[in-house]
């Protein structure tokens, strides 16, 4: 095994002013990095089909495009828009991360969990032809509450068909796979560092 | 600046233009502008421009939009140009504006990103890719090769500062969506990719991108042999918006009234002639007042903005029957000179027109037809009780 060797680079003023010049455009590559990280991975998981054959959300290719990333100070900050429900932050791409309960928005006494194709995406109040332009048919569909039951129904009044299922809450377990590893971000940021180095050295920028 | 800001910022323009009309306005002066093809009426406009802008902040959902919009639509009378997306009504046309207007902001914030000076040094190239599924795919290939794009064994890679970009977008802008529901983002392409595909030489420079500010002032020449179909075309669209030189240059002048506002910009605005204004002269029920005001054209001071904001922003006094003026009250006034709900005359030299706004009030402006200019200026308090004449 050799000795270690070591070499102190004497902190010059000019050194000192070349690593300060650099500093910006560096932090400028790892937050762009990271926040193209985080998108490609979210474009990933829309990929996947939805788990009961129904027509994509697209929720996880808008959290991608709405990713963004800033540097503050030593800091890289990635952030997903979040939305507050009654002095709570609601931030959905987090609540399936770590888990937690949705409720009825304000208002609301449940949620409805389309359990048709043909509502998905689509609110209750929007059924019975206001999605299509016309006024709500008060008709078209009615609810259906077993008796002592924690959950109830929407039913189409014409086809007989429960077309959402209203529940008090819902639960969603953790899932680590919403977020690309720790090691991985890490990794892209170097990797996209590593990159900006040689694009600023071709700027000319030896001390 | 968000991408809620960058909505924000876009100048309200009603018009009765459909989509292909709204193609032959000048990309540039298409995204600097938030408009809806055959929605005339600004106060749609503007709530929908505020909705929007909550969507892409996170504050509202797209449900949330549906529904208010609704409401707004409601409130205003809104009469549909047809069925399916030619109503505003409708999920899929109001789902189109919502997703175009938040993915153009939320695209412009990551182009913003991408293009810093460290950003372009560690990726100078995109590569055009697929990053949503669409029901019907169009093709890139050719738009991309008739745009002037080159293909790498297929691959479809430029520049992040290549005019290419700009080309293949239908809105203009340099940064994904390049289309309505198209499907289609970039991904990176680092500083050694580059190198090897020949988009830069080994230790050439990363691309510099041209560093123009959203508010910068922005022209655009009127295509060759279109200028005379153009021109009115632009002016009756735009209004005061727009000014077009002798060289056939357009200039945008996007913040026309916030920029007054704020004491900055031009010292006098002219909103048109009253001649252009059919819906307008349409209410005056004199036949010599309506050939007056036809012959009138309205021109607004920043003199006048100014001392005017001071009285009416901030109306006191127990009783009072107006409501505090806001920026966006403002905005509304080329709106009120083209398309009022109502119009009262006051005497034979004065008109005044009205417009309900959503927030309970009723704007007011008097037009002294003489001077073509405006003599007051307020919101009245709808639900507030008229003070007692005695």
Known sequence: MPDALTIKIERTPKVAEWLDRQRQPMMEAGADGLRSALARHFRKK????????????????????SVTSAVDGDSIVVAVP???DRGREFAPVSLRWKGGTILPREGKKALAIPLDPAVAHIWPSEHGGVATGGDYDEGATSLFWPKNSSHGFIKDNETGEFLWLLVAKTTHKPDPSVMPSEDDLRKAVARRMRSAIRGLEAEGIEP | MTAADKILQKALVGSDLDTAGWSEVQAGLRDRAFF???????????EARRMCAEVADGRMDASEFRRDMRKVLDQTGYQAAGEGIQNLRTKARLDLVLDTQVRQARGWAQWKAATTRGALAAVPAWELVRVREVK???????RWAAAGGRLFDGRKIALKNDPVWTRISRFGTPYPPFDFNSGMGVDDVDYEEAVELGLIKDGDPPPKMEDKGFNDGLSAKLPEGREKELDPFLRETFGAQVSIDGKNVVHWNEHLIRDMLAGNGQMNASLGQGKRNKAMLDMIPDEAMRT????????ISRQWMATHGQKHRNPSGKGSVNMPLEDGDYELIPSLWRKPDGVEVHSENE???WIDTLDGGRLRMGVDLRKGSPTTFFKQNMAAKAPSSA
Not at chain 1, 46 to 65: D, L, V
């Open chain 1, 46 to 65: 829309n990929a996947t089909p939805n788990a009961r054959g129904f027509p994509r959300s697209k929720f996880w290719a808008s959290a991608a495009e």
């Open chain 2, 292 to 299: 007056r005001a036809a012959q009138t054209g309205l021109t």
């Open chain 2, 136 to 142: 019907v795919e169009r093709d890139w290939d050719r």
């Open chain 1, 82 to 84: 979040k939305r507050e």
């Open chain 2, 351 to 353: 008109l005044e027109l």
């Open chain 2, 36 to 46: 809806s093809a055959k929605v005339e009426e600004a106060r749609i406009l503007a």
